[in-house]
Each structure stands twice: as C-alpha cells, then as structure tokens.
C-alpha cells in the first residue's frame, strides 16, 4: 500500500476513534445530569429503580456499541477508509488529462 495512502488511512481512523469517544463522554455527562437533575422528583422507589438501571442500561450498551464499532474499524481500517479515500480522490482524478 502506497505510504500516503496508509497516513491518511492513519489519520482518518484516529479521527473516528476520537470523535467516537467524544460521544461516549458526552453521552455519560448528559446522562448523569439528567438522572440528578430529575432523581430528586422521583418520590416512588421503583421508579428510581427503573430509572437507575434504565440510565445504567442504556450507557453500557451505548458504550459498548461504540467500543466494538471501533474495534471493527480497527481490524478492517485499510477497506473501509481506503474506499473513502478512493471516493474521495475520484473527482481529482476525473479532472486530469
């Protein structure tokens, strides 16, 4: 593979992995201020307990995802970022004589 080619590849993906966890944290900063921001109005114990797992359900499976979409990425990075950048520079290439 062109030396370029893999830089850019480089690039790409640990610009996804980076805005991926981005969006993890995000996700667990939002997440907690709206369970204590809403926590003390709940007066029914199973409705706390709903709401907690509910909350705790829904970050683990999120970050979850978010872990496995980058461990693909990272196991299959040369096919999938080296079709992007075909794409990418096709209208580059279209454009030379």
Same mark, same amino acid.
């Given at each position: 593979?062109?030396?370029?080619?893999?830089?850019?590849?480089?690039s790409?993906?640990?610009?996804?992995?980076?805005?991926?966890?981005?969006?993890?944290a995000?996700?667990?900063? @939002?997440? /907690?201020?709206?369970?204590?921001?809403?926590s003390?109005?709940?007066?029914?114990?199973?409705?706390?307990? @709903?709401? /907690?797992?509910?909350?705790?359900?829904?970050?683990?499976?999120n @970050?979850?995802?978010?872990?496995?979409?980058? +461990?693909? $990425?990272? !196991?299959? +990075?040369?096919?999938? $970022?080296?079709l992007?950048?075909?794409?990418?520079? !096709?209208?580059e290439q279209?454009e +030379?004589?």
């Amino acid at each position: 593979m062109d030396p370029s080619v893999s830089a850019r590849i480089q690039s790409m993906f640990a610009r996804d992995r980076a805005m991926a966890l981005v969006f993890v944290a995000a996700l667990w900063v @939002t997440i /907690t201020f709206v369970y204590f921001a809403i926590s003390p109005l709940i007066d029914s114990g199973a409705l706390r307990v @709903t709401l /907690t797992l509910g909350a705790l359900l829904l970050l683990l499976f999120n @970050t979850m995802s978010m872990f496995a979409m980058i +461990r693909h $990425y990272r !196991e299959d +990075r040369d096919h999938i $970022y080296g079709l992007d950048i075909r794409h990418l520079d !096709e209208p580059e290439q279209r454009e +030379r004589p």
